[in-house]
């Protein structure tokens, strides 16, 4: 089974968030890149599938600037995976993630795929545009949001759930395939030290900027994103003052009507 | 502005769910007054009758049905396929699509298909004087707003569930046109739907679209506890929640964790009972639009988040609260 995982770099969670000078973008100095949420879970799904699945191999790719993204993609190879593609950006290049997964299109064509395993949506932009978008470009069925992803070996399919509302749809779909995966946080392995120093020697393929279709490079993308803001901060709660719990009720509900306005 | 806007009107029991109304709203806002840009809705599958009567009272200039059994099941790849058909042909320039489950996996596939761009989650939506389409959608789990602006002609936006109002129904009753099954060929190897279970999240609305959402923490002690919720929730046909300390405890089943490895959210109110507001829930809850935290210990960090809070025994505090909105609401 050949299996791919489509991963990019995401700020660390704990990142403190900033607007850039522009206010146009996350502010970026001192900023680190990491493999995590729906793309570390993702990489720990495609590895999962390798391990229940004699003869399968698994290519992480990621599409985005130097460094971080041959970053993750070292992360990935130490967690397992066993070869990686860097699909490279421009640092000055407008991007959306249409373009992302036009992109990262090109680089799945270059290469025989099964399953081609995505999280739902990525832990930072959240658009979810990727993995259906991929897959349409590359031709093939997507189902997601995903969990429970299993491979039935006498049918030579893959059965899975479907996490939608009011329940758990059930789906059993034959390969070639793209699976959006549910999950952000699925107790991922953690790389062994010697396997970290492994990886480093892997030589990771290149798909050039150079290299990519003229459309990619030339034509702007369809979005930009006009402005980059924090929420105003939450300033803490109302308190309700009250001598019973009937009074608390009534203040609260009345609150709720009259200044938040939330109840009919 | 050429072309009608599109709204995909999903449908679940045979019935148009909640966000897509609300995307039917939106239609209308960003095609201007009646009269000047048309907004058409557009349902698949078979058995529509009843969604489409309901949809033909909410202001739409048209109601497009297409009807094949084929689209009873969702496909991303069929959808797709027959949308983008569909937009192609009426020169349309705008799709709109609900957040729901099968909205947020249809979007990035169409706007390929259609050779569109592509927005989603979109939280709030304006139109300039020129044209062009600016949205803000909350990113980095709604620490932080993106304002999104749309630069090519075509565009599928995905609206998030609760962020605009649905129309109110009118008198006037919009046509309804049957519109041809676009030609399916050439579709990938599809899965197959084998079967559907049912979250055990009892008879009220689904988590992820209510407009009030009530959740429970370990404050309430234990599972059986939980009916002072329910009833709660069924006085204001509220959905139910969890935290992370209650799914993992195993008082309630997983679907029903609100928080980072669970669901996010976005009522009009939610309500926290005995939820102490540890970052991994509150990133699930922080889009609501009024958040009420009710917990004995003034302390507690979800009354740094919340709107309102009550310092106070849960156990006194929601029975009152049932008890009160039950008497405002006449029930």
Known sequence: MELLVLIKPVPDPETRLRPNATGTGLDTDGVKWVLTGYDESAVEQALLLKEAIPGSKVRAIAFGTAPRTEEILRSALALGCDAATWVERAADASVDPMRAAEALSVACKRTPFDLIVVGKQALDDEAGLVGPAVAERLGVADYGPVVDLRWDAAAAKFTFARAIEGGSERVTAPIPLVVCLQQAWNDPRTAKLQNVLKARRIAIDKVAWADLPAEIKSAPPGTHVGAFRLPPPRTGAKMVEYKTPEEAAQKLVQLLREEAKVLP | ?331
């Open chain 2, 1 to 331: 502005m050429s072309g009608p806007v599109l709204v995909l009107i999903e449908r679940r029991n045979a019935a148009p769910v909640r966000p897509s109304l609300e995307a039917l709203g939106v239609g209308r806002r960003i095609a201007g007054p009646p009269g000047t840009g048309a907004v058409v809705a557009i349902l698949l599958g078979s058995g529509l009758e009843p969604a489409v009567a309901q949809v033909a009272e909410l202001g739409a200039d048209k109601v497009l049905t297409v009807t094949d059994a084929r689209f009873d099941v969702f496909h991303a790849a069929v959808w797709s396929a027959a949308i983008a058909a569909i937009a192609e042909e009426l020169e349309a320039m705008t799709i709109l699509v609900a957040g729901t489950s099968n909205g947020r996996q249809l979007v990035g596939r169409l706007a390929a298909r259609w050779g569109a761009a592509a927005v989603t989650g979109i939280a709030d939506i304006s139109r300039a004087a020129d044209g062009t389409l600016s949205v803000v959608r909350p990113v980095f789990s709604g620490r932080a707003l993106e304002e999104v602006k749309v630069d090519a002609p075509r565009v599928v936006l995905g609206l998030r569930p609760n962020a605009f109002p649905p129309p109110d129904p009118s008198d006037s009753k919009t046509p309804v046109e049957a519109h041809a099954v676009p030609e399916l060929s050439a579709l990938p190897a599809l899965g197959t739907v084998t079967g559907f279970e049912p979250a055990q999240s009892g008879s009220g609305p689904d988590l992820s679209e209510a407009t009030v959402v009530v959740s429970g923490g370990r404050g309430l002690k234990g599972p059986e506890n939980f009916r002072l919720l329910e009833d709660l929730a069924a006085s204001l046909g509220a959905a139910i929640g969890a935290s992370r300390a209650v799914t993992d405890s195993g008082w309630k089943p997983a679907s029903f964790q609100v928080g980072q490895t669970g669901r996010t959210v976005s009522p009009q109110l939610y309500i926290a009972v005995g939820i102490s507001g540890a970052i991994q829930h509150v990133v699930g809850l922080i889009s609501s639009r009024t958040i009420v935290a009710i917990n004995s210990d003034p302390n507690a960090p979800i009354f740094k988040v919340a709107d309102y809070g009550i310092v106070g025994d849960l156990f006194q505090i929601v029975p009152a609260l049932t008890a009160e909105i039950r008497r405002v609401r006449g029930n």
